[in-house]
């Protein structure tokens, strides 16, 4: 298994709100750094089950898809399907309500192609998982 990373946010929302914004996959431009866009490609049950995103950020550009594996609103995790830079990305988002809010639990793995000193990749990965969290965190405030 390959290394992986994991952050946590509580967000002042339901669980069920939460993971609409998550499942809301064409809107990630509007909240999450890199993304400039996202198709989904197909839909089981109501949410996205395969999805072409287009990255760009920094150095890194890419046009990767991903599969889903949603349960409810508890968890949602995903894998990466085909990539040009990407190699291998794994994550999930795991939500844990509490009175009034709602833990989330995000963790991430990715390789690329280009080489990478591991101690950078987990300090690529810390950046992305905290940014995603705070990006989430700030869209759900906005369409509550």
């Known amino acids: ?84 830079m990407l190699t291998h990305m794994d994550g999930t988002y795991r939500l844990e309500p509490s009175a009034g809010a709602t833990t989330v639990r995000y963790r991430l793995a990715v390789d690329v192609k280009i080489p990478m000193i591991g101690m950078i990749k987990r300090k690529a990965e810390k950046v992305i998982v905290d940014t995603a969290l705070k990006g989430l965190q700030r869209r759900v405030a906005a369409v509550a």
């Not at 064409?26 to 400039?36: F, H, K, V």
């Open 1 to 84: 298994m390959a290394d992986q990373t994991e952050s946590s946010i509580e967000i002042d929302a339901s669980p069920d709100a939460i993971m609409a914004v998550i499942a809301d996959l064409p809107a990630y431009p509007e909240w999450s750094d890199g993304i400039t866009k996202v198709t989904v490609l197909e839909e089981r049950d109501g949410r996205p089950f395969r999805a072409q995103f287009h990255l760009e950020s920094g150095p890194i550009r890419d046009t990767y898809v991903l599969e889903y594996a949603w349960d409810g609103d508890k968890s949602v995790s995903w894998h990466l399907v085909s990539g040009e």
